[in-house]
């Protein structure tokens, strides 16, 4: 049984440029939230998605934006990337109904130059 | 102040030792405590969960939850050199229409020495 499984595994981008991340929730999950965690830090909650629409967003800019498909898989776009962007970014998957048991991917590490 | 306060080591103990790891936290709102493994270059890793306060053991893990205290911990007895990594604490709400986001505590990085 595959787990979260999230693309690409390392990006390497330029201040100003735009990038997508993308995750593939585990089998039976519906549930989709990204985390972004930044070197020796704990994640910080980006947003969640259910049903293909955006239901809770932690303190993160307008330049973060998602999208949830009808497979439940998922994307991450980050417009107008900063220096400060640079971080491991996480998807976990989960079913709504759970209050614990989320999946992590092993994320992608994103370092903007 | 962070929702959630975790102290980020490293902590550095002996093979077959008892590793002591805590959170505290300020929000009253937090019903479930979980614990994750994160080693180095990978996801984290769902170790335990519990709800409300109280303890909870699995194999040589112990979960503890003191909600009149705002304190959670977790217990490993004889430690192994695999557990070796950094272990986040992370809370969330009771689930509701707004959804289940999970507040984590900065990590504690534990090396277990051979």
């Known amino acids: 049984d595959a787990g979260v499984t999230q693309s690409p595994t390392h990006l390497i981008k330029t201040r100003g440029q735009q990038v997508t991340l993308r995750c593939s929730p585990k089998?039976?999950?519906?549930?989709v939230s990204w985390y972004q965690q930044a070197l020796g830090q704990g994640p910080q909650f980006i947003f969640q998605?259910?049903?293909?629409?955006?239901?809770q967003r932690g303190n993160f800019p307008d330049r973060f934006s998602g999208h949830q498909f009808p497979n439940y898989s998922s994307e991450l776009n980050v417009n107008a990337l900063l220096l400060g962007d640079s971080a491991l970014y996480l998807c976990?998957?989960?079913?709504?109904?759970?209050?614990?048991?989320?999946?992590f991917g092993s994320g992608t590490r994103l370092t903007v130059v | 102040q962070k929702e959630v306060e975790q102290d980020p080591g490293p902590l550095s103990v002996p093979e077959g030792a008892i590793v002591s790891l805590n959170c505290t936290y300020s929000?009253?709102?937090?019903?479930?405590f979980m614990w994750y493994r994160q080693y180095s270059r990978k996801g984290p890793e769902l170790l335990m969960y519990?709800?409300?306060?109280g303890n909870k053991e699995d194999g040589r893990f112990t979960a503890q939850v003191d909600k009149s205290s705002k304190y959670i911990s977790l217990f490993i007895r004889d430690s192994q050199p695999s557990d070796s990594a950094t272990y986040l604490c992370?809370?969330?709400?009771?689930?509701?229409?707004?959804?289940?986001?999970?507040?984590f505590g900065g990590g504690t990085r534990v090396l277990v020495k051979p």
């Open positions: 976990a998957s989960t079913k709504r109904s759970a209050s614990y048991g989320y999946t």
């Open positions: 089998s039976g999950h519906d549930t």
């Open positions: 998605y259910y049903e293909e629409e955006e239901r």
């Open positions: 929000n009253s709102a937090f019903q479930y």
């Open positions: 519990t709800y409300s306060s």
């Open positions: 992370a809370m969330s709400p009771v689930v509701g229409a707004a959804g289940n986001k999970l507040t």
